[in-house]
C-alpha cells in the first residue's frame, strides 16, 4: 500500500475484555514502532521493532501489553484486561530503520467502557 | 527525560498572522524534525533540521535550530485557517540512544481563525 494502515480505526470494549489492534507497515520499512496518545497528550512510545532484532520494549506499560510483529511486515498490539486508563489513541508508524522521518498510521482510537 | 517540550501548550491567531512555535530538549541530538497532527489522528512529517544546520525553509514553513541552547521554532507565516492542528517536535536522542526511536514533546495547539 502507499502508506501505513491501521485497524480498526475506531474499538469500543468493555472493561476486562482483550483488544488486538493490527498495523500494515510500509513496504519494505524494517522499523516499526507503536505510540498511544491519551487525550490531549504527546506520543508516549511504546515498542520498536527493527528487523529480525530483538524488539525495544521499554515503553510499554504493564504486563498487560504484548506486540508481535511478522517479519517486516504486519504488527498487532494486544491489549489484555483492558482498564478505563487505557482508553486512547494507538499510533503506528514506520520507517527504514533510521533516525530519520517516522511515517504514520491513522491510528485506531480505543475507548474502553 | 529526553523529550522535547514545546511552548506554548496553545496557540490562537487570526489568519494572515504568522504562528511561532518553540521546543526545548535534553539530550545531544543528531537531528529534530517537526510533525503536525489533525484532529487527533496520524502525525504527518512536515520538516527535519540536522544538528549541523541553523535554519531549514519549506514553503511556508521556516525552522530554526539553536543546538548550544537546545532549542528549536517553527514558524509558519501568512497562517490559514487550515493549518489548525496540532505541532510537535520530535528528538532522536543522539549518540547512544535506541537507533530509529524518536522522543515526542507533548505539542502545540495551534488554532487559525478565519
Known amino acids: 500500500g502507499a502508506g501505513v494502515s491501521q485497524s480498526p480505526s475506531n474499538k469500543v470494549t468493555e472493561k476486562g475484555k482483550d483488544v488486538e489492534l493490527r498495523c500494515d507497515p510500509i513496504s519494505g520499512h524494517t522499523a516499526l514502532y507503536w505510540y498511544r496518545q491519551r487525550l490531549g497528550q504527546g506520543l508516549e512510545f511504546l515498542i520498536y521493532f527493527q528487523g529480525n532484532s530483538a524488539p525495544d520494549k521499554s515503553g510499554l506499560p504493564s504486563d498487560r501489553f504484548s506486540a508481535e510483529r511478522t517479519g517486516e511486515s504486519v504488527s498487532t498490539l494486544t491489549i489484555q484486561r483492558t482498564q478505563q486508563e487505557d482508553s486512547a489513541v494507538y499510533l503506528c508508524a514506520s520507517n527504514v530503520g533510521t533516525k530519520d522521518t517516522q511515517y504514520f498510521g491513522p491510528g485506531t482510537r480505543l475507548t474502553v467502557l | ?114
Open chain 2, 1 to 114: 527525560s529526553q523529550q522535547g517540550e514545546e511552548d506554548p501548550q496553545a496557540l490562537s491567531i487570526q489568519e494572515g498572522e504568522n504562528a511561532t512555535m518553540n521546543c526545548s530538549y535534553k539530550t545531544s541530538i543528531n537531528n529534530l524534525q517537526w510533525y503536525r497532527q489533525n484532529s487527533g489522528r496520524g502525525l504527518v512529517h512536515l520538516i527535519l533540521i540536522r544538528s549541523n544546520e541553523r535554519e531549514k525553509h519549506s514553503g511556508r514553513l521556516r525552522v530554526t535550530l539553536d543546538t548550544s541552547k537546545k532549542s528549536s521554532s517553527l514558524l509558519i507565516t501568512a497562517s490559514r485557517a487550515a493549518d489548525t492542528a496540532s505541532y510537535f517536535c520530535a528528538t532522536d536522542g543522539g549518540r547512544g540512544s535506541t537507533l530509529g526511536r524518536l522522543y515526542f514533546g507533548r505539542g502545540t495547539q495551534l488554532t487559525v481563525w478565519p
